[in-house]
């Protein structure tokens, strides 16, 4: 699944380690969702729409 | 470099794991030593023998708790994909070494090596679980 997480986090000027610590979990978790490698549980995509303030579907898409 | 992440549920993990290892060579050691000095009879013989498997079985436990405890998904994720190849690993070495055993003449390994060969297996796989996310 794509994201704009890495946008979203430059804008805000956060590395992945910033990120990780504000959703609780691991730097690897959050480079792992990052890169499309990894699609996180609905609450975790909830938790990530809240810090980013953005509705899930305009950080995630289901394309390939 | 493949870093495995310290967080708090492993940090409880491995504080849970380290006294259970020390309490299992105590056992071991408690079994060794009763067999070879003053060999038990009836019923304790059983007691006895089992002794060691029991804090094993505690490890297998305290991973169950990791599993529960782990507030981080993908970590969680990880470590059951790892006990996946760790159960399917020692299964598969185990029955090989079953029919070399039968048909090879291959030397018998105790059943408990099964618990050993799950231990190296889901250690080995773990860095190539996590690469596959990098």
Redesign the interface.
Known sequence: MKNRLRILRAERNWSQADLAERLEVSRQSVNAIETGKYDPSLPLAFKLARLFNSPIETIFTDEE | MI?I?T?KARRRYTRRLAPTMAIYLVFLFIAQWTFHHHPPTGFVVYLLAVLPALPLIGSLAIVGLYITEE?????R?VLVQSMLWGFGGALAVSTIWGFLEDFAKASHLPTFYVYVFFWILMAISQPFI?M???
Do not use: G
């Not at chain 2, 507030?71 to 970590?75: A, G, L, N, R």
């Open positions: 870093c992440p967080t507030s981080d998904e993908f970590e994720s996590r596959r996310y990098r």
